[in-house]
């Protein structure tokens, strides 16, 4: 399993403050659990390059939304996401908007299938050399739109960004380690 998932801390806290007798040198902060995406499975499920510097490839992804706030519902809209190989584009992957619950996730099962993508230059090279190391590198880039409903205070609204270094084995196509590369961010 692939975990890939950072944190983002809202421009708005609850602050506990203590007393000016206390000895804490600073007020302690609650932050609330701001929703996020991350890469739960991946697997390379086909890759064929030919003698022509043709290739294609399928691969598995599962990225799943989390809302771990148990007081707040969370809207993912403007969902997309492109997967590379060594810069080249292999696919674009999308998602409707959704809606979800408090202390829940939503898995986006995608099944990526490229269609056939001559290569030339590094690209070319790049594969040849990683079906030899029987190690590939695929990177995943994109987000999301999130509206954040927090009660009272209203929507809290920001992108959230997921940047992953998927590895496989070409040889059986499961994922090098059991936690890819990602760097998620939000604005």
């Given at each position: 399993?692939?975990?890939?998932?950072?944190?983002?801390?809202?421009?708005?806290?609850?602050?506990?403050?203590?007393?000016s007798?206390?000895?804490?040198?600073?007020?302690?902060?609650?932050?609330?659990?701001?929703?996020?995406?991350k890469?739960?499975?991946?697997?390379?499920?086909?890759?064929?390059?030919?003698?022509?510097?043709?290739?294609?490839?399928?691969?598995?992804?599962?990225?799943?939304a989390?809302?771990?706030?148990?007081?707040?519902?969370?809207?993912?809209?403007?969902?997309?996401?492109?997967?590379?190989?060594?810069?080249?584009?292999?696919?674009?992957?999308?998602a409707?908007?959704?809606?979800?619950?408090?202390?829940s996730?939503k898995?986006?099962?995608?099944?990526?299938?490229?269609?056939?993508?001559?290569?030339?230059g590094?690209?070319?090279?790049?594969?040849?050399?990683?079906?030899?190391?029987?190690?590939?590198?695929?990177?995943?880039?994109?987000g999301?739109?999130?509206?954040?409903?927090?009660?009272?205070?209203?929507?809290?609204?920001?992108?959230t960004h997921?940047?992953?270094?998927?590895?496989?084995?070409?040889?059986?196509?499961?994922?090098v380690?059991?936690?890819?590369?990602?760097?998620?961010?939000?604005?």
């Amino acid at each position: 399993m692939l975990s890939c998932h950072g944190e983002y801390q809202p421009s708005f806290v609850k602050a506990k403050i203590f007393r000016s007798d206390s000895t804490a040198p600073h007020p302690s902060i609650d932050l609330p659990k701001v929703p996020d995406m991350k890469v739960t499975y991946s697997r390379l499920d086909m890759l064929n390059y030919d003698r022509y510097g043709v290739f294609s490839t399928q691969i598995t992804l599962y990225v799943t939304a989390i809302n771990e706030n148990a007081k707040a519902r969370a809207t993912f809209s403007d969902i997309s996401f492109v997967l590379r190989f060594d810069g080249v584009p292999v696919a674009e992957l999308r998602a409707e908007p959704f809606e979800i619950p408090r202390n829940s996730t939503k898995t986006l099962p995608y099944v990526v299938q490229s269609s056939s993508i001559p290569l030339e230059g590094n690209a070319a090279e790049e594969i040849d050399a990683s079906l030899k190391r029987d190690k590939i590198t695929f990177h995943l880039k994109g987000g999301s739109r999130v509206t954040w409903n927090i009660g009272p205070v209203g929507p809290f609204k920001f992108r959230t960004h997921l940047f992953c270094k998927l590895d496989f084995f070409p040889t059986n196509g499961s994922s090098v380690n059991s936690h890819s590369h990602c760097s998620p961010e939000s604005d």
